[in-house]
């Protein structure tokens, strides 16, 4: 593979590590080679002062690319498919339910071109590892980036091989291998599955969106502030739930609430950040809970497999902005996150997967817990369709009344689903 040198017309101005500062090209480097921290792109954020306005984002695309001078690309050539702009819905029925005031939903769900906010990230490494040479793309995933990397690849042109834990749900396989990539699912978990991809980067060089190319990758997620703040009247929120697997979804949400702030586009205020993780793979919610300034891994054994990350690459760092933005980081159980996945369908009329299920849970956790003013702005965040999980929820979702085509059975099925209706109720207020 042979990289062409870039010449930036953009904003983004190279690489710079999170741990010591030191300042790289912007090349498809990630791991610092000074202090082995991690890299993340960095910007002229007065050149993007000067440059963006409320005006010109309103011009832009009706995609993610309306914020370009805040994504770290450089030439003309974008990959578009309407990526982004998805709906930031205000709860009516949820919110009563749980006694919020101002409760909206960013629903990812219905994000193209395969339904998880994956579609934002890969969007933006596609784009630049095109402008880097690339010309084979690939992935480590567990699902939902699979999906996304390998409809973008085909969209692009580019030579994909994804690699998957070989106990993915059904769906996921099937929504990756429609686009036509190399699919290889290897028997192991996903950080196995992370770890033999970083060998297969170094010796085929390859771009991987989220190893060689995980700078560029990450900053897809700041789209999801910029518009839930262009939504919201270029509002900051009081508070937001999400999920948390690697952690880059969490900090990088955070670090578009900063860009706005940085760059004069929303006034300045602090907004609580609080993460949702599953019991069953927890590393991140259980240091926070035990004061812990280190993530020790584990091993996931969870329902929620799009989130099933053990050794969360951001971990430490989605700890630390908890802690400061005096939000917190919360864990769910299997139950609880199928219940999750019931609750937001039957009260919002949005079917999510078992990422967003674990989300709602703990949104409905914190307001028991009092961690959530009724009267404050809380977004929630929705990444993935329901569609993908189906096996998770199947047991649970219930089964059609079986009639013959007679009214007489029709009144009796009536009177048995009215029946069942009146004891669902009751149990709700037991």
Same mark, same amino acid.
């Given at each position: 593979?042979?990289?062409? *040198?870039?010449?930036?017309?953009?904003?983004?101005?190279?690489?710079?590590?999170?741990? %010591?500062?030191?300042?790289?090209?912007?090349?498809?480097?990630?791991? %610092?080679?000074?202090?082995?921290?991690?890299?993340?792109?960095?910007?002229?954020?007065?050149?993007?002062?000067?440059?963006?306005?409320?005006?010109?984002?309103?011009?832009?695309?009706?995609?993610?690319?309306?914020?370009?001078?805040?994504?770290?690309?450089?030439?003309?050539?974008?990959?578009? /498919?309407?990526?982004? /702009?998805?709906?930031?819905?205000?709860?009516?029925?949820?919110?009563?339910?749980?006694?919020?005031? &101002?409760?909206?939903?960013?629903?990812?769900?219905?994000?193209?071109?395969?339904?998880?906010?994956?579609?934002?990230?890969?969007?933006?490494?596609?784009?630049?590892?095109?402008?880097? $040479?690339?010309?084979?793309?690939?992935?480590?995933?567990?699902?939902?980036?699979?999906?996304?990397?390998?409809?973008?690849?085909?969209?692009?042109? /580019?030579? %994909?091989?994804?690699?998957?834990?070989?106990?993915? +749900?059904?769906?996921?396989?099937?929504?990756?291998?429609?686009?036509?990539?190399?699919?290889?699912?290897?028997?192991?978990?996903?950080?196995?599955?992370?770890?033999?991809?970083?060998?297969?980067?170094?010796?085929?060089?390859?771009?991987?969106?989220?190893?060689?190319?995980? *700078?560029?990758?990450?900053?897809?997620?700041?789209?999801?502030?910029?518009?839930?703040?262009?939504?919201?009247?270029?509002?900051?929120?009081?508070?937001?739930?999400?999920?948390?697997?690697?952690?880059?979804?969490?900090?990088?949400?955070?670090?578009?609430?900063?860009?706005?702030?940085?760059?004069?586009?929303?006034?300045?205020? *602090?907004?609580?950040?609080?993460?949702?993780?599953?019991?069953?793979?927890?590393?991140?919610?259980?240091?926070?809970?035990?004061?812990?300034? =280190?993530?020790?891994?584990?091993?996931? &054994?969870?329902?929620?497999?799009?989130?099933?990350?053990?050794? *969360?690459?951001?971990?430490?760092?989605?700890?630390?902005? &908890?802690?400061?933005?005096?939000?917190?980081?919360?864990?769910?159980?299997?139950?609880?996150?199928?219940?999750?996945?019931? /609750?937001?369908?039957?009260?919002?009329?949005?079917?999510?997967?078992?990422?967003?299920?674990?989300?709602?849970?703990?949104?409905?956790?914190?307001?028991?817990?009092?961690?959530?003013?009724?009267?404050?702005?809380?977004?929630?965040?929705?990444?993935?369709?329901?569609?993908?999980?189906?096996?998770?929820? &199947?047991?649970?979702? $219930?089964?059609?009344?079986?009639? +013959?085509?007679?009214?007489?059975? =029709?009144?009796?099925?009536?009177?048995?689903?009215?029946?069942?209706?009146?004891?669902?109720?009751?149990?709700?207020?037991?």
């Amino acid at each position: 593979m042979t990289q062409t *040198p870039i010449r930036s017309t953009s904003t983004l101005r190279g690489l710079r590590c999170r741990e %010591c500062g030191a300042e790289y090209a912007a090349e498809a480097r990630h791991v %610092c080679e000074w202090c082995f921290g991690p890299l993340e792109a960095a910007y002229d954020y007065e050149a993007i002062r000067s440059r963006v306005s409320h005006q010109s984002i309103a011009a832009g695309p009706r995609s993610i690319w309306r914020y370009r001078p805040f994504l770290p690309v450089s030439g003309e050539r974008l990959i578009d /498919l309407g990526t982004g /702009l998805t709906p930031l819905i205000r709860s009516e029925r949820l919110a009563r339910r749980l006694g919020l005031k &101002a409760l909206y939903l960013k629903n990812d769900a219905v994000n193209v071109p395969s339904l998880s906010f994956k579609d934002r990230v890969v969007s933006v490494a596609l784009t630049r590892a095109r402008e880097l $040479g690339f010309t084979t793309v690939s992935c480590a995933s567990t699902g939902n980036l699979a999906n996304a990397t390998a409809a973008i690849a085909a969209h692009a042109g /580019l030579e %994909c091989y994804i690699f998957i834990p070989a106990d993915l +749900e059904a769906g996921k396989v099937l929504g990756t291998l429609i686009y036509g990539p190399q699919v290889l699912a290897v028997d192991g978990n996903y950080d196995q599955v992370n770890r033999l991809c970083s060998e297969v980067a170094d010796r085929h060089g390859w771009g991987f969106v989220n190893i060689n190319l995980r *700078p560029y990758y990450s900053e897809g997620s700041k789209t999801l502030a910029f518009e839930v703040a262009e939504q919201l009247d270029w509002q900051l929120p009081d508070h937001v739930v999400a999920p948390i697997a690697s952690g880059s979804l969490y900090t990088k949400i955070y670090k578009g609430f900063q860009e706005l702030i940085k760059t004069g586009l929303v006034a300045d205020k *602090p907004v609580r950040m609080s993460g949702a993780q599953a019991s069953g793979c927890s590393p991140v919610a259980e240091a926070f809970r035990g004061g812990q300034d =280190f993530v020790t891994p584990v091993k996931p &054994a969870t329902i929620a497999k799009s989130i099933a990350i053990g050794n *969360p690459a951001d971990g430490i760092y989605a700890l630390d902005i &908890a802690r400061k933005s005096g939000g917190s980081i919360a864990d769910v159980s299997d139950s609880e996150i199928i219940e999750g996945i019931k /609750l937001l369908a039957q009260t919002e009329g949005i079917f999510t997967e078992t990422a967003g299920g674990t989300t709602v849970a703990v949104l409905k956790k914190l307001v028991e817990a009092g961690q959530i003013d009724p009267e404050e702005t809380t977004v929630v965040y929705i990444t993935g369709n329901g569609l993908k999980t189906q096996e998770a929820i &199947a047991p649970y979702a $219930g089964e059609p009344l079986q009639i +013959e085509p007679s009214l007489a059975s =029709f009144e009796r099925a009536l009177e048995r689903a009215r029946t069942l209706d009146r004891l669902d109720w009751q149990q709700t207020l037991v």
